[in-house]
């Protein structure tokens, strides 16, 4: 292990020491539960089979919801980038758009879709969508002069300019999309299932509160940070090692 | 006819002309066939300017440009351009990516491809960092590729925008003297822009000296028989080096008169 990950390791159990002397000593447990005991609901929760369930629904939201975004906002970015009339022509729809947080659309999407999964994929491919589609616009806005000048001197037409040098100058910049919808997502995913769902973290929290768990609250938060730590070291690890010619800065 | 000749061209950014935004004005330059031409001026002085239009960049406000007595329409694989900077090389390609490129875009095969790109990178010393990307390399290896990327494609016109401008002094010698190998067996017609007379000495067959801009024009040509490979130490070097360095000595001593006055 790296002395980095030593150091940060030491910060992790530091914290959770620290918490846990403050918990026993100042806190009850209803208001603030020590680590330990947090973990222990944890884990009587796993042994049940009720964590993996939670974890198991909001990860396969995420990931459908990822996956579609991911494709759709590329496709758009690119397409986009590759034709200027249709910039042109849906830019100013993408700026309506945009300030609109995901979550606002949580009521019309439960009149359409229901409180079934559809209407969480709906919301999370939404959010996935708009940041790689913002950022992939971003990274052929970037202006590369000299680039552009040497594929028209050594025979670049307009397609093979963006086929050989404006799309892949992109591609960091739709992987760095994906990672911040990513993380977006699961803010989305969080609220939908609190509002809106049976099963999930975001409903474990809720629920734990209606039934004064605290330890409950923590598990499914302390769920959703281990969520999204292997969700995100998966995705930068498995473009690193796919997308390694693109010097991602990550 | 002239193999390359600018006629009265004039440029300028902007609508109207004023006191300030005329590049040049007025500028004749001929070039004939396998002439290694170096341009040299003081800075600001629009010789960037005479080759952007030349490689087909940017369009003359006024006269014309012309390859063969054809004006220039748009850049083209018959001028290839080795530019100031790294940028132009694609991060995302190796070495030898970068030097296909030219022969990708002709539609060559993989293999032909690969033998005559691996042949060039061979030739400016880089046959051992194929397969490195551009940020691995030193600045002086990244204008190799440049050049490799330049010559593959057999272009009888190369345009060299102060390639070695950005390198060490003993880099930039070195590749001096290779570019002097280089461009003796090849046959091209070079125009080469740069602000230092020793650079241009080492290269030229034939000399240009521009005039300080705004609305800058050429202002005298020297041609230089001296011997290849000619020496940096020898008299008749610095006899040549003195003699340039007096006309473009004014140049410079405008440019710099205006910028205390400014």
Same mark, same amino acid.
């Given at each position: 292990?790296?002395?980095?990950?030593?150091?940060?390791?030491?910060?992790?159990?530091?914290?959770?020491?620290?918490?846990?002397?403050?918990?026993?000593?100042?806190?009850?447990?209803?208001?603030?539960?020590?680590?330990?005991?947090? #973990?222990?609901?944890?884990?009587?929760?796993?042994?049940?089979?009720?964590?993996?369930?939670?974890?198991?629904?909001?990860?396969?939201?995420?990931?459908?919801?990822?996956?579609?975004?991911?494709?759709?906002?590329?496709?758009?970015?690119?397409?986009?980038?590759?034709? #200027?009339?249709?910039?042109?022509?849906?830019?100013?729809?993408?700026?309506?758009?945009?300030?609109?947080?995901?979550?606002?659309? /949580?009521?019309?999407?439960?009149?359409?879709?229901?409180?079934?999964?559809?209407?969480?994929?709906?919301?999370?491919?939404?959010?996935?969508?708009?940041?790689?589609? /913002?950022?992939?616009?971003?990274?052929?806005?970037?202006?590369?002069?000299?680039?552009?000048?040497?594929?028209?001197?050594?025979?670049?037409?307009?397609?093979?300019?963006?086929?050989?040098?404006?799309?892949?100058?992109?591609?960091?910049?739709?992987?760095?999309?994906?990672?911040?919808?990513?993380?977006?997502?699961?803010?989305?995913?969080?609220?939908?299932?609190?509002?809106?769902?049976?099963?999930?973290?975001?409903?474990?929290?809720?629920?734990?509160?209606?039934?004064?768990?605290?330890?409950?609250?923590?598990?499914?938060?302390?769920?959703?940070?281990? /969520?999204?730590?292997?969700?995100?070291?998966?995705?930068?690890?498995?473009?690193?090692?796919?997308?390694?010619?693109?010097?991602?800065?990550? | 006819?002239?193999?390359?000749?600018?006629?009265?061209?004039?440029?300028?950014?902007? !609508?109207?002309?004023?006191?300030? $935004?005329?590049?040049?004005?007025?500028?004749?330059?001929?070039?004939?066939?396998?002439?290694?031409?170096?341009?040299?001026?003081?800075?600001?002085?629009?010789?960037?300017?005479?080759?952007?239009?030349?490689?087909?960049? !940017?369009?003359?406000?006024?006269?014309?440009?012309?390859?063969?007595?054809?004006?220039?329409?748009?850049?083209?694989?018959?001028?290839?351009?080795?530019?100031?900077?790294?940028?132009?090389?694609?991060?995302?390609?190796?070495?030898?990516?970068?030097? !296909?490129?030219?022969?990708?875009?002709?539609?060559?095969?993989?293999?032909?491809?690969?033998?005559?790109?691996?042949?060039?990178?061979?030739?400016?010393?880089?046959?051992?960092?194929?397969?490195?990307?551009?940020?691995?390399?030193?600045?002086?290896?990244?204008?190799?590729?440049?050049?490799?990327?330049?010559?593959?494609?057999?272009?009888?016109?190369?345009?060299?925008?102060?390639?070695?401008?950005?390198?060490?002094?003993?880099?930039?010698?070195?590749?001096?003297?290779?570019?002097?190998?280089?461009?003796?067996?090849?046959?091209?017609?070079?125009?080469?822009?740069?602000?230092?007379?020793?650079?241009?000495?080492?290269?030229?067959?034939?000399?240009?000296?521009?005039?300080?801009?705004?609305?800058?024009?050429?202002?005298?040509?020297?041609?230089?028989?001296?011997?290849?490979?000619? $020496?940096?130490?020898?008299?008749?070097?610095?006899?040549?080096?003195?003699?340039?360095?007096?006309?473009?000595?004014?140049?410079?001593?405008?440019?710099?008169?205006?910028?205390?006055?400014?």
């Amino acid at each position: 292990m790296s002395r980095g990950a030593v150091r940060g390791g030491g910060a992790v159990l530091l914290f959770l020491l620290v918490w846990e002397i403050a918990a026993r000593m100042i806190f009850v447990p209803a208001v603030l539960p020590a680590p330990s005991a947090i #973990a222990a609901e944890g884990w009587a929760r796993w042994l049940s089979g009720a964590l993996q369930w939670d974890v198991l629904m909001s990860a396969s939201r995420l990931a459908v919801g990822f996956a579609a975004g991911s494709l759709l906002g590329a496709f758009l970015g690119l397409l986009f980038g590759a034709f #200027a009339p249709v910039r042109r022509i849906l830019e100013p729809l993408v700026q309506f758009l945009r300030f609109i947080p995901p979550i606002a659309w /949580l009521t019309p999407v439960l009149i359409w879709f229901g409180i079934g999964e559809e209407g969480k994929w709906v919301l999370i491919t939404y959010t996935t969508t708009f940041m790689v589609l /913002l950022n992939t616009l971003a990274g052929f806005a970037e202006q590369h002069r000299d680039r552009m000048r040497a594929a028209r001197v050594f025979g670049a037409g307009s397609w093979e300019t963006f086929r050989h040098v404006r799309l892949p100058a992109t591609v960091p910049w739709i992987l760095g999309g994906m990672r911040i919808g990513m993380g977006n997502s699961f803010q989305t995913l969080i609220v939908a299932e609190m509002l809106a769902s049976n099963e999930g973290l975001g409903q474990l929290i809720l629920n734990s509160r209606l039934q004064l768990s605290t330890e409950g609250m923590f598990v499914g938060i302390a769920g959703i940070a281990v /969520l999204g730590i292997l969700a995100d070291s998966a995705f930068r690890a498995a473009t690193r090692r796919m997308f390694q010619r693109y010097r991602l800065g990550w | 006819m002239s193999f390359i000749a600018f006629r009265e061209v004039g440029f300028r950014y902007g !609508e109207r002309e004023d006191a300030g $935004n005329s590049i040049l004005r007025g500028l004749d330059l001929e070039i004939s066939r396998g002439t290694f031409y170096v341009l040299l001026g003081p800075s600001g002085c629009g010789k960037t300017t005479a080759l952007n239009l030349l490689a087909g960049f !940017e369009a003359p406000r006024s006269g014309s440009v012309l390859v063969e007595g054809r004006p220039v329409q748009q850049p083209g694989m018959d001028r290839v351009v080795i530019f100031q900077g790294d940028d132009s090389l694609y991060p995302w390609l190796t070495a030898l990516e970068n030097v !296909e490129f030219p022969l990708r875009m002709m539609g060559l095969g993989a293999a032909e491809r690969r033998s005559r790109a691996e042949a060039w990178l061979a030739r400016v010393g880089l046959a051992n960092h194929a397969a490195k990307f551009p940020h691995q390399l030193s600045g002086g290896m990244k204008q190799r590729i440049q050049i490799a990327r330049a010559l593959v494609c057999d272009a009888p016109v190369l345009l060299m925008d102060e390639p070695f401008g950005a390198l060490d002094a003993q880099t930039r010698t070195i590749l001096q003297d290779e570019l002097v190998d280089i461009c003796a067996g090849s046959g091209a017609t070079v125009l080469f822009i740069t602000h230092d007379i020793a650079e241009a000495i080492i290269l030229a067959d034939r000399i240009g000296v521009m005039r300080a801009g705004p609305g800058s024009a050429l202002k005298d040509e020297f041609e230089l028989d001296l011997p290849r490979p000619r $020496n940096r130490g020898s008299v008749e070097f610095a006899a040549v080096y003195d003699r340039i360095q007096r006309v473009l000595g004014e140049e410079v001593q405008k440019v710099v008169m205006r910028e205390a006055a400014a």
